[in-house]
């Protein structure tokens, strides 16, 4: 009878033994890589099962000079936009035996080339990606030269590069057209990282394509600091200077629940005095007193098919063009029409007004 003592680690070797087979044999077995008599099978899979045998993936991964690892790159995990993501890609990989490496770049260009140079590193057999700028990307270039399969979550459609979306475009100009509907024609788009963000510049042509088929003026664009989205006090000056501002839509709903607080701070209210909506669609703007209004998507869904099309990918499959998922305007009680006194068109101010972050007024003067 063979012992194996309980601190001991179980190899192959003791398997094999226990079976009474060859350890070739006993490999064929467990790695299901070769004809074996179903006799032997039995035997091997018994022994294995009582001595509580099982490969690492570790050593399945040296057997095969295969890491079997996916590297994923997000902005952050603090917003759970991009943790749903994440599980979402998590999702797909539960079957397929590979584990997910996962890295963040705080919105950085330069901390995404060393998160992606890092994950290469690590010998990840392919990428899912959001960036700050991915076609520009050094790092990622890199990764396409040593033909790593890469798939791209969130972004619009980049030639080359695969991508799970929302159409950002079209889901801006269903908020332009609610805006409108309701009376409002002074607007503004609130933007965090603009220049770095595609999604958000996205969002802000759409809004804008929307207001002039709508017959409204080009809405004010509000670039914000850090400082001022994580500071309502700063918020509230910035939006003292838009004098008439009936309507902001805000590129993140982290930005439209900061404006609710900036709105209080200044003595007023949503939607009384300023309607407010977001882009999204997490759960808790659902929980606020005043329930957020938001463009509602399913991060989930976009974490999934990124990467059943990375899996796709790795397996030399040709991927067509995925086309974007489905967005849906979720209404929430920070959407009203105007008040009266702001439905005149005849305003005298032009709008939009020349809208500087106080960091750049201080920057100017």
Request: charged letters at 25%; hydrophobic letters at 40%.
């Given at each position: 009878?063979t ?11 003791d ?20 004809p ?16 509580g ?11 095969s ?46 901390a ?35 033909d ?33 509907d ?22 802000y ?95 989930d ?29 979720r ?13 005149d068109?005849?305003q ?6 020349s ?11």
């Amino acid at each position: 009878m063979t012992h194996v003592s309980s601190r001991q680690k179980i190899t192959i070797k003791d398997v094999a033994r226990k079976a009474d087979c060859g350890i070739a044999t006993a490999s064929r077995v467990l790695n299901r890589s070769g004809p074996t008599s179903a006799e032997s099978r039995r035997r091997v899979e018994e022994a294995a099962r009582e001595l509580g045998f099982s490969f690492s993936a570790i050593g399945r991964a040296l057997q095969s000079s295969r890491s079997m690892t996916i590297g994923c790159l997000v902005p952050s995990l603090a917003n759970p936009v991009f943790a749903e993501a994440v599980q979402g890609v998590q999702e797909a990989l539960s079957k397929t035996g590979y584990q997910l490496l996962i890295a963040s770049s705080n919105y950085d260009g330069e901390a995404d080339c060393a998160a992606i140079s890092t994950l290469l590193d690590k010998g990840v057999e392919g990428l899912v990606l959001t960036m700050v700028a991915p076609e520009r990307s050094a790092a990622l270039d890199r990764a396409r030269a040593r033909d790593i399969p890469l798939s791209l979550m969130f972004h619009d459609p980049i030639d080359g590069l695969p991508t799970a979306h929302v159409d950002n475009f079209e889901a801006a100009r269903e908020v332009a057209r609610r805006f409108a509907d309701l009376g409002h024609r002074r607007t503004a788009f609130l933007a965090l990282r603009f220049s770095s963000s595609d999604r958000s510049r996205n969002r802000y042509t759409g809004f804008c394509d929307a207001c002039r088929a709508c017959g409204l003026p080009d809405p004010a664009l509000i670039e914000l600091s850090e400082a001022e989205a994580n500071t309502p006090e700063l918020l509230a000056t910035l939006l003292g200077k838009l004098d008439g501002l009936t309507a902001i839509f805000a590129s993140n709903d982290f930005l439209a629940i900061a404006v609710q607080k900036a709105v209080r701070l200044r003595g007023k209210k949503v939607p009384q005095d300023l309607s407010v909506v977001g882009f999204d669609g997490i759960e808790i703007g659902r929980l606020l007193d005043v329930p957020l209004a938001t463009i509602e998507t399913a991060p989930d869904a976009i974490g999934r098919q990124a990467a059943q099309t990375l899996l796709d990918l790795i397996q030399g499959k040709d991927c067509a063009k995925q086309p974007p998922l489905p967005f849906n305007f979720r209404a929430g009680a920070t959407l009203a029409p105007p008040r009266p006194e702001f439905r005149d068109d005849d305003q005298g101010a032009t709008w939009p007004p020349s809208v500087h972050s106080l960091e750049t007024d201080l920057k100017q003067g």
